[in-house]
């Protein structure tokens, strides 16, 4: 037999062993298709650099990331479609999005959770108030504040302070806000007429009680609720004691840990004050939560 001869009779079971393989490959384990999921959402506010914001789809019980994005000052996703695996995307129940922490030492979701919805077909509508989410819209959420500084003594710079509670005397929680979930917080602001921007009045999760800090007061006992005197310790920007008349008073909700120093985008309680306020006066807060809270879709 020719040498020729004797290599192609060789070479023929190598081409046929190598052909079925490629073919059982093929048949057998399929390449994985993906599905696009595509975010709308409005209301969010760019978190910095110290944070992003992630999208997760439930998958057998368990989240699975969609990816993280920024939002900037006006809006606007620097990611709106991302790609993901269609079985997972197509037979996932509901749609998450957390705030996460930048850098992220965690690959599990944060206890951030600001909007979720569950699928409808391929869209799903998003939320605060999903059960998965903050679990509330705030719409019931109710306020009143009175200017006073108990912590400066009586009948000194009274428009210089701010506290949320029902007078007269004794005081009571003015205040009437839905429990929060773990990771979210309330915060009290003022907005000083004037000034160069708000100024924060303590951080709380409960309105029967002392919020969590008191930097500006004075050295006298203030009431155990919310609340502050600006009258000591001045930040750059501001002069104590102030006026708070025709200024602005707010509560927000805050992500915990919270990497700003100004208001978060969700202020469920708004409040003017009027220029020609009184001192140990009540006056209303606004609830302003249906027209700002986020919302958002996310369809597959």
Same mark, same amino acid.
């Given at each position: 037999?020719?040498?020729?001869?004797?290599?192609?009779?060789?070479?023929?079971?190598?081409?046929?062993?190598?052909?079925?393989?490629?073919?059982?490959?093929?048949?057998? $384990?399929?390449?994985?298709?993906?599905? +696009?999921? =595509?975010? @709308?959402?409005?209301?969010?506010? #760019?978190?910095? !650099? %110290?944070?992003?914001?992630?999208?997760?789809?439930?998958?057998?019980?368990?989240?699975?990331?969609?990816?993280?994005?920024?939002?900037?000052?006006?809006?606007?996703?620097?990611?709106?479609?991302?790609?993901?695996?269609?079985?997972?995307?197509?037979?996932?129940?509901?749609?998450?999005?957390?705030?996460?922490?930048?850098?992220?030492?965690?690959?599990?979701?944060?206890?951030?959770?600001?909007?979720?919805?569950?699928? $409808?077909?391929?869209?799903?509508?998003? +939320?605060? =108030?999903? @059960?998965?989410?903050?679990?509330? #819209?705030?719409? !019931? %959420?109710?306020?009143?504040?009175?200017?006073?500084?108990?912590?400066?003594?009586?009948?000194?710079?009274?428009?210089?302070?701010?506290?949320?509670?029902?007078?007269?005397?004794?005081?009571?929680?003015?205040?009437?806000?839905?429990?929060?979930?773990?990771?979210?917080?309330?915060?009290?602001?003022?907005?000083?007429?004037?000034?160069?921007?708000?100024?924060?009045?303590?951080?709380?999760?409960?309105?029967?009680?002392?919020?969590?800090?008191?930097?500006?007061?004075?050295?006298?006992?203030?009431?155990?609720?919310?609340?502050?005197?600006?009258? %000591?310790?001045?930040?750059?920007?501001?002069?104590?004691?102030?006026?708070?008349?025709?200024?602005?008073?707010?509560?927000?909700?805050?992500?915990?840990?919270?990497?700003?120093?100004?208001p978060f985008a969700l202020k469920p309680l708004v409040g003017g004050v009027p220029s020609d306020a009184m001192d140990h006066v009540n006056y209303d807060l606004?609830?302003?939560?249906?027209?700002?809270?986020?919302?958002?879709?996310?369809?597959?």
């Amino acid at each position: 037999m020719s040498v020729k001869n004797l290599l192609a009779i060789l070479i023929l079971p190598f081409i046929f062993l190598t052909g079925c393989s490629e073919d059982d490959t093929t048949i057998n $384990s399929p390449a994985p298709q993906n599905g +696009t999921l =595509n975010l @709308s959402l409005t209301g969010l506010e #760019d978190l910095g !650099s %110290a944070a992003v914001y992630e999208g997760w789809v439930m998958v057998n019980g368990s989240p699975l990331s969609t990816g993280t994005f920024s939002i900037n000052a006006s809006g606007q996703l620097s990611k709106s479609s991302f790609d993901i695996n269609s079985d997972y995307l197509n037979n996932s129940p509901a749609f998450i999005l957390t705030i996460e922490p930048n850098p992220d030492p965690s690959a599990d979701p944060s206890e951030n959770k600001i909007l979720a919805g569950d699928f $409808s077909g391929n869209t799903a509508d998003l +939320t605060i =108030n999903h @059960s998965i989410a903050l679990g509330t #819209d705030f719409s !019931s %959420a109710t306020g009143k504040y009175v200017l006073a500084t108990p912590t400066d003594g009586e009948n000194n710079n009274e428009l210089s302070g701010v506290w949320f509670i029902n007078l007269p005397a004794p005081p009571t929680s003015a205040l009437n806000l839905p429990t929060l979930p773990s990771g979210w917080e309330y915060e009290g602001w003022v907005v000083v007429s004037g000034a160069s921007g708000p100024l924060s009045t303590g951080k709380f999760t409960t309105s029967s009680g002392s919020d969590m800090s008191a930097p500006y007061s004075g050295t006298m006992p203030g009431p155990p609720f919310p609340g502050e005197d600006l009258v %000591a310790n001045a930040p750059a920007g501001f002069t104590f004691p102030t006026n708070l008349q025709s200024g602005t008073i707010v509560i927000s909700v805050e992500p915990i840990p919270d990497n700003s120093a100004a208001p978060f985008a969700l202020k469920p309680l708004v409040g003017g004050v009027p220029s020609d306020a009184m001192d140990h006066v009540n006056y209303d807060l606004t609830n302003q939560s249906i027209s700002n809270n986020p919302v958002g879709t996310a369809s597959r």
